[in-house]
């Protein structure tokens, strides 16, 4: 049995905010499950081509545009999923951090870091 608390899993910072990676591949599980909270105000052009990934809001408000430019707003209880290694936006609201419980498969190695100054989509 695996047993984490929040005070007790590393933050990570992927690039535009925070990621405490509670289940990563070392865990032998075949997924990961993060706590990501995404910082107030900041736009991240995210692709993740060896992972599929969903993600559930759990407080603060934002959007993710698909490449196409579609936007979806995210609230709490809103659930989006990448099920195609979908490159988008992740846009935090202007006033306060989102916070996203997120779902990668296969799992994250853990210490995975977005590079967004390239102007490309940031992509691990």
């Known amino acids: 049995m695996i047993v ?6 590393a933050a ?7 990621s405490r990676r509670f289940l990563v591949e070392a865990d032998g599980m075949g997924y990961s499950m993060t706590d990501t909270t995404v910082r ?5 052009p995210l692709e993740y081509r060896r992972h599929l990934e969903a993600c559930y809001c759990i407080s603060g408000t934002g959007e993710v545009v698909d490449s196409g430019g579609t936007s979806h707003p995210i609230e709490p209880g809103t659930l989006y999923a ?13 006033d306060e951090d989102l916070r996203l419980v997120c779902v ?18 940031s992509q691990y």
């Open 82 to 94: 990448l099920d195609q290694h979908d490159a988008h936006f992740l846009i935090a609201g202007p």
């Open 12 to 18: 990570v910072d992927w690039g535009n905010g925070l």
């Open 40 to 44: 107030a105000g900041t736009k991240s």
């Open 4 to 9: 984490r608390r929040f005070d007790d899993v």
């Open 104 to 121: 990668f498969t296969p799992a994250l190695h853990g210490g995975e870091r977005h590079s967004l100054d390239a102007s490309e989509f």
